[in-house]
């Protein structure tokens, strides 16, 4: 008889345990640099399977078309490719030169403008300045549209938070518009209109924001946990609801004053806004210190309170959480009312840092903006906040971008969109950049198996055992649910001592 060898299983195995296992050191025992080998692979595996790769590659296919569009919009790209068989380096040189300066031009307006840099410090070196005296003013010139960006990016951090509240909770909120809106109405009132000490007319306003969010939010959440209302249908109408109580509220003399011309409020007073962090010529203001306290609120929340978790068992599993105590009614009000807070508070924060009065445009796109923040973000803290910066830093290098370039600045929404559109999509990012067996490992090579031994044997050839052939249709009914995914209702796995048809018709074939 020959010698058996033993099985993978067996070789893996911890030592004394399994066939043949003599120790730590044994012939069994994996090679140190087998295991370092399988290390490196698994390492290889949990990059491409993870969520990084998909962010990354998504920007690159969204800026990838996005200069595909660039270069359509550019008139001397086009004029140079009508002549392209005759001068391809024109055609080249000129959609090079397109690509590179729109971003350039994106980038010197969201982060860092070069250019102002080195004029800001030759002007006062030529003016005799040395040191800090120099470099101080220089740097701060070049990094005035970082702070545009931060200036962005906080009432959108902070907005983005209420929302991720609801969706960790398994609640979609689309009431982000008004709740912003009621917010800022009546941060925006209390600040134009009443006469408090600085520190404390500040505070009266922001608080009046979050109260009227939590109130506009909770609406919602009542009309759920009472009458089990859908909350993206009572949201979408809260929006609409609290637009033209703006629209109305400016036509009156509670809210316009004096000026009854225009659809616009009074500024609110010195003492009820929020001060400017760099002076009075940058408007970045002590919001983004009130938007990295929310950030931190929310991690908080979710993760180190008993709110949280029951938010979080609420969304995971209703049932359950209402078998462990957990009323999902009184769950689904409490996250709507926290959320509707936070966007109420987004709300006073604009207006009382950057807009410094009431428009029937307060709002713009930011509470959807918010919405699609908290989704890239995952609903996470950190990525709530890398989001936010991507966003507004978008926004800001934009619009740089279009008076710089002539680029038009809806190129940025495509962006945008194409960005959330790639991340929602694992699998599609991973089957453009060749990894599309990642998300189903061995599916291939388990249907060649089921193939093959499934095959009608042919002359002279030996029958396949009953094992064998069992062992490959639970493979290729494996490889079946796998590519399926655990969806409920697709193809069953048989269990361990179900024979398969398969097996049961070699078993049939071999009585015979």
């Known amino acids: 008889m020959s010698a058996v060898t033993p099985s993978a299983a067996d070789q893996g195995s911890a030592p004394g345990v399994g066939a043949g296992g003599t120790g730590a050191g044994g012939p069994e025992a ?29 920007f690159v296919f969204a800026f990838i078309i996005g200069s595909i569009l660039i270069l359509i919009a550019d008139e001397e790209v086009r004029e140079a490719a009508g002549y392209f068989f005759a001068r391809p380096s024109d055609t080249l040189t ?9 971003y350039l031009a994106m980038f010197r307006g969201a982060v860092f403008d070069v250019p102002a840099f080195t004029r800001t410090l030759e002007s006062l070196r030529a003016d005799g300045g040395t040191g800090t ?13 970082l702070t545009e960006t931060l200036t962005i990016a906080t009432p959108l951090i902070i907005a983005a938070c209420g929302m991720a509240v609801g969706f960790r909770a398994g609640l979609f909120n689309i009431g982000g518009t008004g709740q912003l809106i009621v917010g800022a109405m009546f941060a925006g009132y209390v600040g134009f209109t009443f006469e408090l000490p600085i520190v404390l007319h500040l505070l009266v306003a922001l608080v009046a924001g979050v109260l009227a969010g939590g109130i506009w939010g909770g609406i919602a959440g009542f009309l759920k946990a009472r009458f089990g209302a859908n909350e993206v249908i009572s949201t979408i109408m809260l929006n609409w609801i609290a637009t033209y109580l703006l629209f109305f509220a400016l036509k009156t003399s509670a809210f316009t004053g004096a000026n009854q ?13 929020l001060p400017q962090l760099l002076g009075p010529q940058y408007r970045l203001h002590l919001g983004i210190l009130i938007a990295i306290a929310v950030v931190v609120f929310l991690w908080w929340l979710m993760n180190r309170s008993t709110l949280g978790f029951q938010f979080r068992a609420v969304g ?8 462990a105590g957990i009323s999902p009614a009184k769950a689904s009000f409490a996250v709507m009312a926290v959320a509707g807070a936070l966007v109420g508070l987004a709300g006073a924060v604009h207006i009382l840092g950057t807009e410094k009065r009431l ?15 908290a989704l890239l973000g995952r609903s996470g803290p950190v990525g709530i906040v890398l989001a936010g910066l991507l966003f507004a830093g978008l926004s800001t290098g934009g619009r740089y971008m279009e008076t710089n370039q002539g680029v038009p600045l809806d190129l940025v929404s495509v962006i945008q969109a194409l960005v959330v559109l790639f991340i929602a999509a694992p699998p599609l990012v991973r089957t453009l950049i060749g990894l599309r067996r990642v998300d189903n490992p061995g599916a291939g090579e388990r249907r060649r198996r089921a193939r093959a031994t499934t095959s009608t044997p042919g002359p002279g050839s030996t029958a396949v055992p009953a094992s064998t052939s069992t062992a490959a249709s639970t493979d290729a009914t494996t490889a079946g649910s796998d590519a399926t995914g655990d969806i409920p209702g697709g193809p069953s796995r048989s269990g361990p001592d179900e024979p398969t048809t398969d097996a049961r018709t070699e078993t049939k074939g071999e009585d015979r």
């Open 359 to 373: 428009t029937e445009g307060i709002a713009g796109s930011l509470g959807f903006d918010a919405i699609t923040v």
């Open 133 to 145: 005296y120099v470099w101080g003013p220089a740097l701060m010139s070049g990094l005035r549209p």
């Open 30 to 58: 994996p090679l140190p640099a087998e295991r370092g080998e399988d290390r490196w692979g698994q390492l290889v595996q949990n990059i491409a399977r993870g969520n990084l790769l998909v962010v990354v590659a998504s």
């Open 94 to 102: 000129a959609a090079w030169q397109s690509i590179s300066q729109a």
């Open 316 to 323: 995971s599993n209703p049932r359950a959480a209402r078998v």
């Open 261 to 273: 011309a225009q659809p616009t409020s009074p500024s609110v007073k010195s003492t009820a806004a």
